[in-house]
Structure formats: C-alpha cells, structure tokens
C-alpha cells in the first residue's frame, strides 16, 4: 500500500487548508482511514477518521468544530479540510489505513502509514 499525502503548507492564523491523502495502490476502499499528527518531541496524535463507507467519522476533541474528514471512493482518495487552523495545529499530518473498516482513534489498528505533509500555521 502507498498512500500519499499532500497539501500541507505555510498558513496564517484562522485560515483553512485541505489535506489529501491518495491510495496509489487503490487497496484501502474497504478500510477505515485515519489521519494523526505528530509534532518535534510529542507523541503521535489522533486527528480524525472516517468508516470504510464514509458513514461514520470521528474526530478529536482538538479539532472538532474545525476539521472535517471526507473521502472519495471513485478517486480513492480521503480527505481533510481544516478551517480556524492556528499554532496548535502545526505539524505533520500523516494518513493511515486501517486493518478494519470502522475508525479508531488507537494508531495501532492502522497498519499502513503515509509518508507526511508539514502544515505550519503562522500567528
């Protein structure tokens, strides 16, 4: 499985961004997908996920309110739109696919990881 992230960037207090996360080996339509930050000298964190049909998603008390996971079957794709981002948010988000088709915030039910995009919010 490879999974690509993208869509990170350098942003300013209060502005939005919209994370990508592609399957390029279109394997994790039956899975539940994840996505977690991580930032120098933390533990990884649990952001969002969202079921296998995109029936049902769940988000961390952080970001609830703000982001807003989706995903695209036909494209085989997830996604993360984050809006009021500021600098608590920074970090690099990773995707993940999950080894079952419901979401969990436990980053050892993902089995496959995406490489990362940096999101650095500015105040």
């Known amino acids: 499985v490879q999974l690509q992230a993208s869509g990170g960037g350098l942003v300013q207090t209060g502005d939005s961004l919209k994370l990508s996360c592609v399957d390029a080996?279109?394997?994790?339509?039956?899975?539940?997908v994840g996505w977690f930050r991580q930032t120098p000298g933390k533990e990884r964190e649990f952001v969002a996920t969202i079921s296998w049909n995109g029936g049902s998603t769940y988000y961390s008390d952080s970001v609830k309110g703000r982001f807003t996971i989706s995903r695209d079957r036909t494209k085989n794709t997830v996604y993360l739109q984050m809006r009021s981002l500021n600098a608590e948010d920074t970090a690099v988000y990773y995707c993940a696919s999950s080894r079952y088709a419901t979401g969990s915030s436990e980053g050892s039910h993902y089995r496959y990881w995406g490489q990362g995009t940096l999101v650095t919010v500015s105040s």
């Open positions: 080996k279109r394997t994790f339509s039956n899975n539940a």
